[in-house]
């Protein structure tokens, strides 16, 4: 079963923008969803759905601090399979404690006074 719930959670990686279900992630898995689930909540500590909004807002978290990044916050969390702004910016301050503008800002500034100057 671990092997089934680690391709899962790689194809959720490579796919983050995919609108993902449940039902995709335990066909994807040869499971049942209820099996799906236990194996889950047993493995990661959480369920399916959670994992899958945990990843992408992990993964917004760390496009949008990266200074090579050069995407809008609105490409990043679709990038990430985040298309309703307000949610997103609602899930990310929840777990960030700041609005992805606001992270945004924070990292350029701090960026700005550990950049080495002549």
């Known amino acids: 079963?671990?092997?089934?719930?680690?391709?899962v959670t790689?194809?959720?990686?490579?796919n983050l923008d995919r609108n993902w279900t449940v039902e995709m992630m335990a066909a994807d898995a040869g499971l049942s969803v209820?099996?799906?689930h236990h194996a889950f909540r047993e493995l990661i500590g959480m369920t399916p759905i959670a994992y899958v909004r945990e990843r992408r807002l992990m993964t917004a978290f760390v496009l949008i601090v990266d200074?090579?990044?050069l995407?809008?916050?609105?490409?990043?969390?679709?990038?990430?399979g985040c298309f309703d702004a307000s949610d997103f910016t609602r899930d990310f301050k929840t777990k960030?404690?700041?609005?992805?503008?606001e992270c945004k800002k924070q990292a350029e500034d701090d960026h700005q006074r550990?950049?080495?100057t002549e």
């Open 1 to 7: 079963m671990n092997k089934r719930i680690f391709h």
């Open 114 to 116: 550990n950049f080495p």
């Open 67 to 69: 200074q090579d990044c």
């Open 10 to 14: 790689q194809q959720i990686e490579a």
């Open 96 to 101: 960030y404690g700041m609005t992805p503008t």
């Open 71 to 80: 995407d809008s916050i609105k490409e990043i969390a679709a990038r990430c």
């Open 34 to 36: 209820s099996h799906l």
